[in-house]
């Protein structure tokens, strides 16, 4: 087989059985493995009583998204490899799809699916980012008739579904697992478009997303970890100056937010209080301050591998610009 798929589990109930039905169901046949973060539910027991063909990795612990693709990847030898989330459904075609795509572009180091709900609104095409590394999902929330679909160049993979060369993922080296939730795939694409590894978009890959089951859309929670872990990759890779204003144009941004509304309530239906908000991003900058020694020798690594990363970065983000 020449693709392996690594699903992280955290407490995905009856959604990671029919994740794994999916892929099981493939015209081009893969080789399924499921990491479990140390879930609380009875997700690998329905699992393991449908006795579906695939790899269990059961760890003791949860370390996190970053720590889990880890996991996989050391367990994961095939030329093609899929880091992805527990709360997909794959099309019958898009394993076959994905290995005409990457044989088309044998340049290219990864393969980005298109990951979409069933009722035709898109998750995400690319990724573009702000000078401060703010990151926005191209085409997010818009009907695929409305979307740039065509098959192109974009930054990396969405997170939800990560494929890619197994020379790639050695080149870009493995995920940092302090991160453990979000922007922990950003920063590893970072790496990856460093090494000179390219992405290429593929619409016939497609993937079916309803979004989330481990994370809450607008929690503080999320907010904290992706603020957080943003500022942990600008200072990696950002130009000295740019560094320098952070701070401002995070104020900026948080009030051009703030004049479009505050949600009343996050992703679960529970309520969102501004106090509870301004806390999140209080204790992101607060601990990527704490950091800045960490990141700074990270930075440093980063230039003896890699090169001149802020020039570069500076070339990659004239690429994906978030549209005005």
């Known amino acids: 087989m020449r693709i392996d798929v690594g699903i992280i589990n955290y407490n995905g109930g009856s959604e990671l059985s029919e994740c794994v039905r999916s892929l099981l169901a493939q015209t081009e046949k893969v080789r399924v493995l499921v990491y479990d973060n140390a879930s609380a539910d009875n997700s690998i027991q329905l699992l393991k009583e449908q006795g579906l063909d695939c790899k269990v990795i059961e760890n003791s612990e949860n370390l996190g998204y970053a720590g889990a693709c880890n996991g996989l990847l050391e367990n994961m030898d095939a030329d093609i490899q899929v ?103 950003t920063e590893w694409y970072f790496r990856h478009n460093l090494a000179g590894y390219r992405t290429i978009f593929c619409p016939e890959a497609k993937v079916y997303h309803e979004r989330s089951m481990t994370t809450v859309r607008y929690s503080p929670r999320k907010l904290f970890y992706s603020e957080r ?35 009343g309530q996050s992703g679960d239906g529970k309520k969102l209080s501004k106090i509870a908000i301004c806390g999140a991003l209080a204790k992101a900058w607060l601990q990527a301050l704490a950091k800045l020694p960490e990141e700074l020798s990270t930075r440093r690594r980063y230039q003896k591998k890699f090169g001149n990363v802020s020039a570069k970065v500076r070339e990659i983000l004239a690429l994906y610009p978030i549209a005005e």
């Open 229 to 263: 872990n943003r500022l942990r990759t600008a200072v990696r890779l950002l130009p000295a100056g740019d560094i320098l204003k952070l701070p401002v144009r995070g104020f900026v941004r948080y009030l051009n937010m703030a004049k479009g509304g505050v949600p």
């Open 83 to 185: 880091l992805c989330n527990m709360d997909l459904e794959f099309d019958p075609t898009w394993a076959e799809n994905l290995l005409k795509c990457f044989d088309r572009h044998p340049e290219a180091g990864s393969i980005a699916s298109l990951v979409m709900e069933k009722s035709g609104v898109v998750n995400a095409v690319g990724v573009q980012f702000g000078p401060d590394l703010f990151a926005k999902n191209e085409a997010s929330g818009l009907n695929i008739a409305d979307a740039d679909v065509r098959e192109k160049e974009v930054f990396g993979c969405y997170g939800a579904v990560m494929s890619f060369r197994k020379s790639a993922a050695k080149a870009a080296g493995r995920m940092d697992a302090s991160f453990f939730l979000f922007f922990e795939e």
